[in-house]
C-alpha cells in the first residue's frame, strides 16, 4: 500500500514545473489522511479528471498536491483560475473527515484508489477515478461480472431479452452492471433482481440522486441486493458530458459487455469501445438489418464483436455449467393454444391476435388474461402483449 514516505517529496521534482521546494514539508504516514487526500480531489473531478491529473503529476503525487502552497499552485498556468481557486479551497483534513463521517452517516462510503477494497479491475485502466462513492457492496473481485447496455428507448423484444439474460445469469452467479438508464439498463437490473443475484448501477450523478426518477424502485432495491456507485460526489446532478465517464467505469469493472439493442451513435458503443480499450470481452446481439435499433449491435459484430442470442452462450464461454430446470410442458386449452402460438417478443394487440387467430375480441382477451395469471406472457403497453422468454 502506497504511503507518504514512498511519496516523492517537493525538493524531488523539477525545476521547470516553478514549484518551490518544500523541505519543511511534514511526513505523514496515516493511511486515512491519504484517504482523505484523495477524498479532497474526488469532490473536484468536475473541475476535469485531465487537468487534476496533471496537477497530482507535476506536486509528485496526491498528498504533495494537497499540501502544496498556495502560492505554487497560483502558478500552474496549465490550470485555469477558476480551477486553482477551487482547489485551494477545504484544504482541511479536518473538514474533510468531517464531511467523510457525515456521508458514512448517510450510508454513503467512499473508497480511494490506492484503498485495499478499491476494485481491482479498475486500478488496470486508462484514467482510473481517485475513488467511487458508493451505497451497498462494491462488487466482488472473484466473481464473473457481465455489464449489460443498450438502448434507452428499446423495443419490448430488447427489453425482454436483455432482462431475461440477465436473470438467467445472475442465476449462475454472475454479477449485473449496467447504468440504471431506461430501457435495456433497466431491464438487466431488474432481470437480475428477479433471480436474487447481485447488480451494480453505474451512476453519471450522485449516489444519492435517483436518474432517471422512474427507475426509483431499482435504484433502492440494489441498496440491498448489489450497490449503487459512481465517481462524482452526492449532490452532483445528471449531466452529459458524465455518461461518457460513467461508461468506462461500466467497462472497467465488467469481465465482458454485452450490448442488446443499440443506434448506431448510442452510448452504449462508447462503453463497448472503452471495453475494447481494456481488453474485455464484447458481445453483441444481432438484429434485422432494417432495425435502426439493430444498427449499432450489427456494426459491432462486423468489427469483431462476439455474436450472442441467449444467457448460455456466455456462461458457455466462460466455462460455466449450470443446470438447468427441466421446464415442464406448457399445457393449454385450444384456444389459448393459438393465443399463445401468435404472440412473440415483437409485441401485438388484441385486435392484431384476434385476426391472426380468427377468434372474436372477446374470447381472445379471455385468453390473454388467463395466459398472464399463468404467468406465460406479459402485458408490455396498453393493449400490448408479447411472450414471455
Not at 490506492?114 to 477515478?129: A, E, G, Q, S
Not at 432482462?163 to 435495456?184: D, H, N, Y
Amino acid at each position: 500500500m502506497t504511503n507518504y514516505d514512498d511519496m516523492p517529496k517537493h525538493n524531488d521534482m523539477s525545476e521547470s514545473n516553478d514549484l518551490p521546494e518544500c523541505n519543511d514539508m511534514p511526513k505523514r504516514n496515516d493511511m486515512l489522511e491519504l484517504e482523505l487526500c484523495y477524498f479532497w480531489l474526488a469532490r473536484l473531478i468536475e473541475l476535469g479528471l485531465v487537468g487534476l491529473e496533471r496537477f497530482v503529476e507535476v506536486c509528485g503525487g496526491v498528498a504533495e498536491a494537497f499540501f502544496t502552497p498556495e502560492k505554487a499552485v497560483m502558478k500552474l498556468d496549465f490550470l485555469s483560475e477558476k480551477t486553482r481557486k477551487e482547489i485551494l479551497k477545504h484544504r482541511d483534513i479536518l473538514w474533510l473527515g468531517e464531511e467523510y463521517n457525515k456521508l458514512a452517516k448517510r450510508g454513503i462510503h467512499f473508497v480511494s484508489r490506492v484503498h485495499p477494497d478499491f476494485p481491482k479491475r479498475l486500478t488496470h485502466i486508462v484514467n482510473p477515478p481517485f475513488g467511487l462513492f458508493f451505497v451497498g457492496r462494491l462488487p466482488a473481485e472473484e466473481k464473473l461480472t457481465i455489464a449489460i447496455v443498450g438502448a434507452r428507448t428499446a423495443s419490448f423484444y430488447g427489453q425482454e431479452l436483455a432482462r431475461s439474460m440477465a436473470r438467467e445469469l445472475a442465476a449462475a452467479g454472475v454479477l449485473i452492471i449496467s447504468g440504471l438508464a431506461m430501457g435495456i439498463d433497466g431491464f438487466a437490473h431488474r432481470g437480475a433482481l428477479e433471480a436474487g443475484g447481485d447488480t451494480f448501477a453505474v451512476l453519471g450523478c450522485g449516489v444519492n440522486i435517483c436518474y432517471p426518477k422512474e427507475n426509483i424502485e431499482l435504484f433502492e432495491a440494489m441498496k440491498d441486493a448489489g450497490g449503487i456507485l459512481s465517481e462524482f460526489p452526492p449532490g452532483v446532478r445528471p449531466v452529459s458530458w458524465h455518461f461518457p465517464f460513467r461508461n468506462r467505469i461500466i467497462s472497467g469493472l465488467s469481465d465482458g459487455i454485452v450490448v442488446v439493442e443499440a443506434r448506431k451513435n448510442s452510448g452504449s458503443l462508447i462503453t463497448a469501445g472503452f471495453g475494447l480499450d481494456q481488453g474485455k470481452d464484447v458481445f453483441a446481439v444481432p438484429g434485422r438489418p432494417v432495425d435502426d435499433l439493430s444498427a449499432g449491435c450489427n456494426s459491432l459484430i462486423e468489427d469483431g464483436a462476439r455474436l450472442v442470442c441467449s444467457a448460455g452462450q456466455i456462461l458457455e464461454e466462460y466455462k460455466i455449467s449450470v443446470k438447468l430446470e427441466k421446464k415442464s410442458k406448457i399445457v393449454l386449452a385450444k384456444s389459448e393454444n393459438m393465443v399463445y402460438s401468435s404472440l412473440c417478443l415483437d409485441a401485438k394487440s388484441i385486435e392484431e391476435i384476434a385476426n391472426e387467430t380468427g377468434l372474436a375480441y372477446a374470447q381472445t382477451a379471455g385468453c390473454l388474461f388467463s395466459l398472464m395469471k399463468k404467468g406465460y406472457i406479459r402485458q408490455v403497453g396498453k393493449n400490448q402483449y408479447i411472450r414471455k422468454l
